[in-house]
């Protein structure tokens, strides 16, 4: 059973920058596409990127593009999310989310394409 914990969640101003960090354990990250999401209160969940096992392949939600980034360390279990130039909107719970991947370079970007959920990490973004 593979269990993903976010973490790097905070408060920034508008027009700043954060990464936030996924880890995983109970498996072995290299198998696995990943996935950042995020739902705001009131809000449906919103696909914000994806990467792909070898981390060649990655697609970016509208709201993303331009601005985030994600990476990942398969050495290290960890994948990221930078995410610059902040505005108010991006206020919501980030989640991590990851499922084994059928090719190196298979990437996903609907959330019922993923098996593993983590609890989240809070980002508010101050006007």
């Known amino acids: 059973q593979v269990q993903v914990v976010e973490s790097g969640g905070g408060l920034v101003q508008a027009g700043g920058s954060l990464r936030l960090s996924c880890t995983a354990s109970?498996?072995?990250?290299?198998?696995?596409?990943m996935g950042w999401f995020r739902q705001a209160p009131g809000k449906e969940r919103e696909f914000v990127a994806t990467?792909?096992?070898?981390?060649?392949?990655?697609s970016y939600g509208d709201s993303a593009k331009g601005r985030f980034t994600t990476s990942r360390d398969n050495a290290k279990n960890t994948v990221y999310l930078q995410m610059n130039s902040l505005k108010p909107d991006d206020t919501a719970n980030y989640y991590c989310a990851a499922r084994a991947a059928l090719t190196y370079y298979s990437s996903y970007r609907e959330a019922r394409d993923y098996t593993y959920w983590g609890q989240g990490t809070q980002v508010t973004v101050s006007s």
């Open positions: 990467i792909s096992r070898n981390g060649i392949s990655t």
């Open positions: 109970g498996g072995t990250l290299s198998t696995y596409a």
